[in-house]
């Protein structure tokens, strides 16, 4: 039995206001976890995280530098695997990010830092993992079995499983409200996705730029259009955009702009101004009337968890408009095993 092009995908991409809606009501089992890491105390938090998992991680550190005000950063795995160095990790919290949670280097690291005195937890969407029994604490994002080969439910389920973590240490939004947003969401930008890929469908360059938590949402729109269409696409900060790319922005370049509510947003006022004086096509994704694609309002920590999905439904359009199937795309593999 054969299957149309991108079924997978499409599928799971609808199934994202229930996975979310589910997954923000056992916010209790994240505040059990974010009470143990604030009785930890740590002096720092590190990510570790392949794929979109590390796009998720991103979002993460924002997350624990805005919410914990603690610096956070993203270990690179090979330090540990390849040259074995040992850092001192006592009062760490070392949170590994990944959908499978298969993925020896991560493994690796996590049994490391482990041994080295962090406090580990485990983001995952499946429990039984190696990385799940390798972490102290294992946190379930509960999204699923996911056929396609380019996450989508997992992806957003592990942003709103890390802001649940850290909003239970500090507090934060509520996400209560989550799944009728994501539902809105898909539903009010089904013909506006459907304009935005008829005018991307010759682009051969593609930029996705963004401030603040939204850089997450540039870097994951980036990675989901080269595996599915195949595009040649890159993420950039808005504030490092003009510290040099811009210059080789002009009028064939096609440039998806996250801007949003809050700091983040507001910051994206100058990049804006300077990609419209070069003659970029601007496709903006936020709220307002302005915006391409439209984002309900809600608070800038949490926008990321629905500013991808238009553009996860773009990537689908575009690769499918192209003849490509996005459930299988070239050379990948659901699990990717690294070290």
């Avoid at 976890?33 to 392949?50: K, T």
């Avoid at 006592?90 to 830092?113: C, F, I, K, N, R």
């Avoid at 682009?203 to 963004?210: K, M, P, S």
Wanted: glycine share 10%; proline share 5%.
């Amino acid at each position: 039995m054969t299957t149309e092009a991108g079924t997978w995908m499409a599928a799971e991409i609808a199934e994202q206001p229930r996975v979310l809606a589910d997954l923000a009501r056992r916010a209790g089992e994240f505040r059990e976890v974010a009470e143990r890491l604030e009785r930890s105390r740590p002096r720092f938090v590190l990510f570790a995280a392949r794929g979109s998992s590390d796009n998720a991680a991103l979002y993460g550190k924002y997350l624990a530098e805005v919410l914990l005000g603690l610096p956070a950063g993203l270990v690179s795995p090979s330090t540990t695997t390849l040259y074995g160095a040992e850092p001192d990790l006592e009062d760490v919290a070392l949170v590994a990010v990944s959908q499978s949670g298969g993925s020896p280097d991560l493994v690796e690291v996590t049994e490391q830092a482990a041994k080295r005195g962090a406090f580990t937890v485990a983001v995952t969407n499946t429990p039984d993992s190696p990385l799940g029994a390798a972490a102290q604490h294992t946190l379930d994002i509960g999204a699923g079995v996911e056929r396609a080969v380019a996450a989508t439910k997992t992806y957003t389920a592990t942003l709103l499983a890390l802001h649940l973590l850290f909003s239970g240490v500090r507090g934060g939004a509520t996400a209560e409200r989550i799944g009728d947003l994501a539902q809105s969401c898909l539903d009010g930008n089904e013909e506006r996705v459907a304009a935005a890929a008829h005018r991307l469908r010759f682009a051969d360059q593609v930029i996705t730029t963004a401030r603040g938590y939204s850089l997450a949402t540039a870097h994951e729109a980036a990675l989901k259009l080269a595996e599915t269409s195949y595009l040649v696409t890159r993420a950039y900060s808005g504030a490092d955009l003009l510290h040099g790319p811009i210059a080789a922005v002009g009028q064939e370049t096609a440039v998806l702009a996250v801007a949003g509510t809050g700091p983040g947003g507001a910051a994206m006022a100058e990049p804006l101004a300077r990609l419209a004086g070069q003659g970029a096509d601007i496709l903006r994704i936020g709220p307002g009337d302005d915006a391409q694609l439209r984002i309900p309002e809600l608070p800038e920590e949490l926008s990321p968890v629905l500013e991808v999905l238009p553009l996860q439904r773009l990537a689908w359009a575009l690769a499918t408009s192209r003849g490509y199937d996005p459930d299988r795309p070239a050379g990948l593999r659901k699990v990717t095993e690294t070290r």
